[in-house]
């Protein structure tokens, strides 16, 4: 299984940016699939997951609103539609999958067996 993300930049606070991590060598529609952050001399943060069935999602409390994570199964590939952004959004985005987490560890980085390489996102003031 191996997961490639792709989308990150530069942007002006208050910009967008849609990340992508598409997924080959396994199907994503009955995965657990999550983003994840991590900021230079920060642990890695979560941001958002979808669940392997019924597409219920779930976010960090500052990225309500804000952020909305999809999964295209036709494609394979899992996305981030980033709105609003802040300066404090800046970090290097990963998106992880997992074939057999349950919904209550969908917060834990340490559960997700897949990750991919990652992609900077960098929001200047």
């Known amino acids: 299984v191996q997961l490639q993300a792709s989308g990150g930049g530069l942007v002006q606070a208050g910009g967008s940016l849609r990340l992508s991590c598409a997924v080959s060598?396994?199907?994503?529609?009955?995965?657990?699939m999550g983003w994840f952050r991590q900021a230079p001399g920060k642990e890695r943060e979560f941001v958002a997951a979808?669940?392997?069935?019924?597409?219920?999602?779930h976010y960090a409390d500052s990225m309500k609103g804000r952020f909305t994570i999809s999964r295209d199964n036709a494609k394979n590939t899992l996305y981030l539609q980033m709105n609003s952004l802040k300066p404090e959004d800046t970090a290097v985005y990963y998106c992880a999958a997992d074939w057999n987490l349950i919904w209550s560890s969908i917060p834990r980085a340490t559960e997700y067996d897949y990750w991919g390489q990652g992609t900077q996102v960098t929001v200047s003031s």
């Open positions: 060598g396994r199907t994503v529609s009955s995965s657990t």
């Open positions: 979808v669940a392997r069935r019924g597409g219920n999602t």
